[in-house]
């Protein structure tokens, strides 16, 4: 079984580039034993605090961020870095090459059930003529990522990453301490019967996404000619591993709850690397009208429409967005 380095360096990947993945991962080694440790180390339940997005803060949402953080402002490569947790660009080496975007914990509710939770994180090529404090260093289109991945607190902790070639799964070996090659492409079924979103939102969505829903859930009797299943995680990273390792589609549609807020997820963190996950595994990521790769990043923190996975479910879900 390979180990996480020879793999990428026979993706010829950017020497410089590879040592940045490592030293996220690092950090990454280090929240996989916070996670581990659960009640144990003092790592569940709130802080006092709220983050940009007006969410109560985990303790274990600071605690992951700080590690990632100081990490990356260890790594002289690192000219700019945006988290989920900061509500500005933090500056990095001011002639650093790349830039990395994070989201420390997804799936925070999960974190006091001992649910499955994960960090998400991206890099992109620094913009040479920005200042490190500019925020317009983000903004790129989703095609600019050069690596994007997210490793996944579960029963084992996981690996899945892509520099632009295929998509890997890497299993953390607990006793080496390394990442191993576990899946060396993989690869997310055409088609799938089964089907994630919080159902509990129904009645505040839009009439495109009540008209798909109601056309799976008829199952065998409607339109699909099928029988599908749902699963809803509450951790963006658990149901994405599911639909990479099994096929599925995932949906976060815009809904009418808060006219400020219509759709939850976020572009630079969120959607972005998920997208080229799994485009690179052979699925497919779309607001419903557009490409995610193909939206350009305004805002760190912008919100966007997710519908992605397996690629012939998110063409017919496609058909009732136009
Ligand atoms: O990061 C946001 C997030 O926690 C995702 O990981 C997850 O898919 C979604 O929000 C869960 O939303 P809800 O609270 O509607 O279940
Ligand atoms: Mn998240």
Redesign the pocket.
């Known amino acids: 079984m390979q180990r996480l380095i020879p793999t990428l360096r026979k993706d010829q990947v950017d020497l410089e580039l590879l040592m940045l993945i490592r030293t996220i991962l690092a950090a990454t080694k280090e929240i996989s034993f916070r996670v581990s440790q659960g009640a144990l180390g003092d790592v569940l339940g709130s802080t006092l605090d709220e983050n940009i997005q007006g969410?109560q803060q985990k303790k274990l949402d600071v605690i992951a961020n700080q590690l990632i953080k100081n990490m990356l402002l260890s790594d002289a490569n690192v000219r700019s870095i945006a988290s989920?947790e900061e509500d500005d660009v933090v500056a990095g080496d001011p002639d650093g090459r790349f830039i990395v975007a994070f989201?420390p914990l997804?799936?925070?509710?999960?974190i006091d059930i001992n649910g499955q939770i994960g960090t998400i994180f991206t890099i992109y090529p620094a913009k040479p003529s920005l200042a490190a404090d500019d925020p317009a260093q983000f903004h790129q289109t989703g095609r600019s990522q050069l690596a994007a991945g997210y490793v996944l607190y579960g029963p084992s902790t996981m690996l899945m990453l892509t520099t632009g070639k295929e998509t890997r799964c890497f299993t953390l070996d607990r006793t080496h301490g390394g990442f191993l090659l576990t899946n060396d492409k993989v690869a997310v079924p055409e088609k799938t019967a089964e089907f994630s979103i919080?159902m509990?939102?129904s009645r505040f969505w839009f009439e495109p996404t009540q008209t798909y829903i109601n056309i799976l859930l008829e199952g065998e009797e409607g339109e699909r000619n099928k029988r599908y299943n749902m699963r809803?995680?509450?951790?963006?990273?658990?149901?994405i591993h599911r639909i990479l390792v099994r096929g599925g589609i995932?949906l976060?549609p815009p809904d009418k709850r808060d006219p400020a807020k219509p759709a939850?997820?976020?572009l630079l963190y969120?959607a972005n690397p998920m997208a080229m996950l799994l485009e690179n595994a052979g699925g497919a990521a779309s607001t419903g009208t557009e490409n995610i790769l193909d939206l350009e990043t305004s805002d760190l923190h912008q919100r966007v429409p997710v519908i992605m996975g397996s690629a012939e479910e998110v063409e017919f879900a496609k058909s009732f967005y136009k």
Do not use: P, Q
């Open positions: 969410e989920e989201d997804d799936g925070s509710s999960n919080n509990a939102n809803w995680n509450a951790a963006m990273v658990g149901d995932f976060y939850k997820l976020r969120e």
